[in-house]
């Protein structure tokens, strides 16, 4: 009887054991179908994302995710199609505003699922995410800078020298209207990053906005003295002094006279730098015509004039000889 009892129980134990395995195979099996439908879909929204049929892209994304929650990288691409399909027109109206929504829950999913990847893309795929997902919040889409601004510190976080962090930061705290903060970010850019020159014409147009202008041309100064060798550097400012004496119409005859010199001044840097610089000869000749309206010598204004006549058949002799080496090359 207890060798019968035993049999009895091996028998049962062995129909488990079997049953167990069986539902194994069958989950692997369900498993390894999923992964690969997951790879088939992925590969058929890659397609339909890149000819721009969005709508069909966030279809296939979805579907891939729904069979291998483990496709990483699919959670950007179907936050970005839902955002490509969202109308400014259309904001207010629930369905178009519901594409923002999705986009903002897997761009986070995005950013969590990324959060510890090691290969570049990924890391690369999980600071887009980051990012996009801050500009969803802005203030032509969801327009809520308080949940843009610990998603932009967290970037700021995880790349304390990028200075686009930081600019992204300053951008919600000058919509904000908060400009003491907006201005102090810039500064932290520019104190993160010194040799970049973008963190020097990012701070000039942000003064510029403010209409602060000595402050623009000292962070545009600074620029050029960091790119001592680049005439754009150089025309930039003259450009700025130029539009300045031009159209400020509380400057006294006095202080629209220093703005033209300084911009000529910057204007022959640039042209010694680069002589066949079209745009600076141009803005130097309209510096010429300007210094001509506060000079009081007509022999002097007369002066100013034919000098900015040449400049100006100078440019257009170097524009043609450039066109015509553009049309030789182009035929050859």
């Not at 069979?67 to 399909?85: G, K």
């Not at 903060?181 to 147009?205: C, G, H, I, N, W």
């Not at 002589?275 to 007369?302: C, M, N, S, T, W």
Request: include cysteine; proline fraction near 4%.
């Amino acid at each position: 009887m207890q060798n019968n009892h035993i049999g009895v129980l091996m028998t049962s134990r062995g129909r488990t054991l079997v049953a167990v395995a069986a539902i194994a195979l069958t989950t692997g099996a369900c498993s390894q179908y999923s992964s690969l439908k997951a790879k088939k879909t992925f590969k058929d929204a890659n397609v339909a994302y890149q000819t721009g049929n969005y709508k069909e892209a966030s279809e296939l994304y979805q579907q891939t995710v729904d069979n291998d929650p483990n496709a990483i990288r699919a959670y950007f691409y179907l936050a970005n199609s839902y955002e490509n399909q969202y109308k400014p027109a259309k904001k207010g109206e629930p369905a178009n505003d519901e594409l923002l929504n999705k986009a903002v829950i897997n761009y986070q999913l995005s950013a969590d699922k990324l959060a510890n990847a090691t290969d570049d893309a990924d890391k690369l795929l999980a600071r887009r995410s980051l990012e996009y997902l801050a500009l969803v919040y802005g203030t032509d889409k969801l327009n809520d800078p308080a949940k843009a601004e610990p998603i932009v510190q967290k970037m700021i976080a995880l790349e304390p020298n990028e200075p686009t962090n930081y600019f992204a930061l300053a951008k919600i705290y000058e919509d904000a209207g908060d400009y003491d903060r907006a201005e102090q970010t810039f500064l932290k850019a520019r104190d993160a990053k010194p040799s970049d020159p973008t963190v020097y014409t990012s701070l000039a147009a942000y003064y510029n906005r403010q209409h602060m202008f000595d402050k623009t041309m000292e962070a545009l100064q600074m620029r050029a003295d960091k790119e001592p060798t680049n005439p754009e550097a150089f025309h930039t400012i003259a450009s700025y002094y130029w539009d300045e004496a031009r159209n400020d119409k509380k400057l006294k005859p006095e202080q629209k006279r220093d703005y033209i010199l300084k911009g000529l001044n910057a204007s022959d840097q640039a042209i010694k730098i680069k002589p066949d610089y079209v745009d600076a000869i141009v803005f130097k000749g309209l510096l010429l015509r300007e210094q001509a309206l506060v000079e009081k010598d007509p022999a002097k204004q007369k002066q100013l004039i034919d000098d900015a006549v040449k400049l100006s058949q100078r440019a257009n002799d170097i524009r043609t000889k450039q066109n015509e080496g553009a049309a030789a090359a182009k035929s050859s």
